[in-house]
C-alpha cells in the first residue's frame, strides 16, 4: 500500500493532506505555515500515524516550494516535486478554480494514477546547482545590457567623441572602462596632463608604451576641441562614472560567473558529447544542462521534446526551426543515454 501527504503549496503556506491508495483519508486536509513549529507538528503526526510508503508530493511553484521541500528531503522523507504542467495538463481545474482543499486531493490522484516517472532532484545536485548558476547568469546579462544603454547615452552627452576613439565593443572593454570612470567628462580630460591620461590607460591594459601615449595625445587632442551636451559640473558627469564602475563589476561577475558555470558543467559526464556539437560552445553546454537537467532520467526523447515546450500541436509557420530543435534534442538524448548505458556496463 502507498501513502502519500499532498501538499499544495502557496506563498509562506501550504494545504496538507495524507492519503493512502485504498482513499483512506490519515490526515484531513488542513493549512500550515512554512516555518519549523509548523513543520515538526506534521512530522510529528505522521510518526504517529507510521504510514507504508510514504511520500511527500508537491508541484514546483517558484521558489516557495522550497522551504517544504528542503525540509522533508533533510528529514528522510522520500519527496517528490513534478513541474506545474503536468498538474496542468492532467487536472486543469488545480488552477482554473482555486480551492485549497479539493486541489490537495487531485494532487493526491495525481499521485496515484499517473505512470510517469519523476526525477527527484536535490537542491544540493549538480544540476540544481547549474541551473542556480546560469539563471544567475541571464539576470546579470540581461542586467548587462541596461547598464550598456545607459552607459553609452551618458557618454554622447558627456563626451561624444570617446565612441570613435574606443570603437565598436572597445567602448565596453576595462581600459576604456577604466579611463570613463576617472575622467567622464571632455572638459576634464582636457584640464589633464598628458602623463595622467597615459598612466590610467597604460596601468589597465599593458600593451604597448608607445601605442598608449599615442592614444593620450589623441584623446587629449579631441578633448580639446569638444563641445558637450552639459558641462562638467553637471549632475551626469558623475553618473557616467558610477555607471562605468557599475558596468565594470557586472562584467567582472559575469565572467568569474561563466568559469564557474563551465568548471560545475565539466562534473556533469554529458558535458563532452554536448560541447562535441558544432556551434555549442562551453558557455551554452552548460546553459543546457543547468536547464535540462541529467537528460537521461526521461524515458525516451519524446518526453525531453515535451519537457523543452517543443511538442508542436499544430501547423503552423515556424516548423522548420521547431523541427531543428527537437532534431537536436533527439541526437542530444540519444548520445547520452548510449553514453549512460556504456559508463554502467
Same mark, same amino acid.
Given at each position: 500500500?502507498?501513502?502519500?501527504?499532498?501538499?499544495?503549496?502557496?506563498?509562506?503556506?501550504?494545504?496538507?493532506?495524507?492519503?493512502?491508495?485504498?482513499?483512506?483519508?490519515?490526515?484531513?486536509?488542513?493549512?500550515?505555515?512554512?516555518?519549523?513549529? %509548523?513543520?515538526? =507538528?506534521?512530522?510529528?503526526?505522521?510518526?504517529?500515524?507510521?504510514?507504508? /510508503?510514504?511520500?511527500?508530493?508537491?508541484?514546483?511553484?517558484?521558489?516557495?516550494?522550497?522551504?517544504?521541500? +528542503?525540509?522533508?528531503?533533510?528529514?528522510?522523507?522520500?519527496?517528490? &516535486?513534478? %513541474?506545474?504542467?503536468?498538474?496542468?495538463?492532467?487536472? !486543469?481545474?488545480?488552477?482554473?478554480? =482555486? @480551492?485549497?482543499?479539493?486541489?490537495?486531493?487531485?494532487?493526491?490522484?495525481?499521485?496515484?494514477?499517473?505512470?510517469?516517472?519523476?526525477?527527484?532532484?536535490?537542491?544540493?545536485?549538480?544540476?540544481? /546547482?547549474?541551473?542556480?548558476?546560469?539563471?544567475?547568469?541571464?539576470?546579470?546579462?540581461?542586467?548587462? $545590457?541596461?547598464?550598456?544603454?545607459?552607459? =553609452?547615452?551618458?557618454?554622447?552627452?558627456?563626451?561624444?567623441? #570617446?565612441?570613435?576613439?574606443?570603437?565598436?565593443?572597445?567602448?565596453?572593454?576595462?581600459?576604456? #572602462? %577604466?579611463?570613463?570612470?576617472?575622467?567622464?567628462?571632455?572638459?576634464?580630460?582636457?584640464?589633464? +596632463?598628458?602623463?595622467?591620461?597615459?598612466?590610467?590607460?597604460?596601468?589597465?591594459?599593458?600593451?604597448?608604451?608607445?601605442?598608449?601615449?599615442?592614444?593620450?595625445?589623441? $584623446?587629449?587632442?579631441?578633448?580639446?576641441?569638444?563641445?558637450?551636451?552639459? !558641462?562638467?559640473?553637471?549632475?551626469?558627469?558623475?553618473?557616467?562614472?558610477?555607471?562605468?564602475?557599475?558596468?565594470? /563589476?557586472?562584467?567582472?561577475?559575469?565572467?568569474?560567473?561563466?568559469?564557474?558555470?563551465?568548471?560545475?558543467?565539466?562534473?556533469?559526464?554529458?558535458?563532452?558529447? $554536448?560541447?562535441?556539437?558544432?556551434?555549442?560552445?562551453? &558557455?551554452?553546454?552548460?546553459?543546457?544542462?543547468?536547464?535540462?537537467?541529467?537528460?537521461?532520467?526521461? !524515458?525516451?526523447?519524446?518526453?525531453?521534446?515535451?519537457?523543452?515546450?517543443? !511538442?508542436? @500541436?499544430? &501547423?503552423?509557420?515556424?516548423?522548420?526551426?521547431?523541427?531543428?530543435?527537437?532534431?537536436?534534442?533527439?541526437?542530444?538524448?540519444?548520445?547520452?543515454?548510449? /553514453?549512460?548505458?556504456?559508463?554502467?556496463?
Amino acid at each position: 500500500m502507498k501513502t502519500v501527504l499532498s501538499v499544495d503549496v502557496a506563498k509562506n503556506k501550504s494545504m496538507i493532506m495524507l492519503i493512502n491508495s485504498e482513499g483512506e483519508i490519515l490526515i484531513d486536509t488542513k493549512e500550515i505555515k512554512h516555518n519549523l513549529v %509548523n513543520f515538526e =507538528k506534521v512530522k510529528e503526526e505522521i510518526t504517529e500515524i507510521n504510514p507504508e /510508503n510514504l511520500t511527500v508530493f508537491m508541484e514546483s511553484t517558484g521558489t516557495y516550494h522550497l522551504p517544504v521541500e +528542503r525540509y522533508f528531503k533533510e528529514n528522510g522523507f522520500n519527496t517528490l &516535486v513534478i %513541474n506545474s504542467l503536468t498538474t496542468k495538463n492532467n487536472y !486543469d481545474t488545480i488552477r482554473k478554480t =482555486k @480551492t485549497d482543499k479539493k486541489d490537495c486531493y487531485r494532487l493526491a490522484k495525481l499521485f496515484f494514477v499517473n505512470e510517469v516517472e519523476y526525477h527527484e532532484l536535490s537542491k544540493k545536485d549538480l544540476y540544481a /546547482n547549474l541551473k542556480a548558476m546560469t539563471r544567475q547568469y541571464f539576470y546579470l546579462t540581461q542586467i548587462n $545590457i541596461s547598464y550598456k544603454n545607459r552607459y =553609452k547615452r551618458l557618454i554622447n552627452i558627456c563626451f561624444p567623441e #570617446l565612441e570613435k576613439i574606443f570603437k565598436s565593443s572597445r567602448i565596453y572593454e576595462e581600459t576604456a #572602462l %577604466n579611463f570613463v570612470k576617472a575622467f567622464p567628462h571632455a572638459y576634464i580630460i582636457k584640464e589633464k +596632463r598628458i602623463d595622467a591620461l597615459y598612466n590610467n590607460l597604460y596601468k589597465t591594459n599593458s600593451r604597448h608604451d608607445y601605442y598608449y601615449k599615442r592614444l593620450a595625445h589623441e $584623446i587629449k587632442e579631441i578633448a580639446s576641441n569638444s563641445y558637450p551636451g552639459i !558641462d562638467k559640473d553637471h549632475s551626469d558627469v558623475q553618473n557616467l562614472s558610477n555607471i562605468a564602475e557599475m558596468l565594470q /563589476n557586472n562584467i567582472k561577475n559575469i565572467n568569474e560567473l561563466k568559469e564557474r558555470m563551465i568548471e560545475t558543467a565539466k562534473q556533469s559526464p554529458y558535458f563532452k558529447i $554536448i560541447n562535441s556539437f558544432y556551434g555549442i560552445g562551453e &558557455v551554452l553546454t552548460a546553459e543546457l544542462l543547468g536547464e535540462l537537467g541529467d537528460i537521461t532520467r526521461f !524515458d525516451n526523447h519524446k518526453q525531453l521534446i515535451a519537457f523543452c515546450g517543443l !511538442d508542436p @500541436t499544430i &501547423v503552423q509557420s515556424g516548423k522548420s526551426l521547431t523541427a531543428c530543435s527537437t532534431k537536436i534534442l533527439r541526437m542530444l538524448y540519444s548520445m547520452c543515454k548510449n /553514453n549512460k548505458q556504456f559508463l554502467e556496463e
